[in-house]
């Protein structure tokens, strides 16, 4: 379910045990019907995706790859991107979570 922060329009969610190509394969299913900020996870034994889109008119108030560069620490990786879209990754699944709880606090300024 997609929640407004800031007015800004946010949709995230843990899609559980998928790989970083069924979480693309999602995000990019979702990026021609939903405007506004999608950010997905999925995890494996050890290992975290992210990935995260920014429809056109919300790129100049919040940027995908910044977006990705600021939680994907959280999970124990790394990852970037462009305005629109991003990817990420890391290693410790637990904190999913925490991860995409912290989109809130990023985009609400």
Do not use: W, Y
């Not at 922060?5 to 069924?22: C, E, K, R």
């Not at 990026?31 to 995890?43: E, N, P, Q, R, Y």
């Not at 940027?63 to 990705?68: N, V």
């Not at 990420?88 to 912290?102: F, M, N, R, V, Y």
Request: with cysteine.
């Amino acid at each position: 379910l997609a929640e407004n922060v800031a007015g800004i329009p946010l949709l995230t969610a843990d899609l559980g045990a998928v790989d970083g190509a069924h979480v693309q394969e999602v995000s990019d299913a979702l990026k021609g019907t939903f405007d506004g900020v999608c950010v997905l996870a999925g995890s494996g034994p050890g290992s975290v995706s992210l990935v995260a889109t920014v429809s056109e008119q919300f790129r100049s108030q919040v940027q995908a790859g910044m977006l990705i560069q600021a939680i994907a620490p959280v999970v124990g990786g790394k990852g970037g991107g462009k305005p629109d879209a991003a990817r990420g990754g890391g290693k410790d699944p637990s904190k999913i979570g925490e991860a995409l709880a912290k989109l809130r606090e990023l985009i609400a300024g």
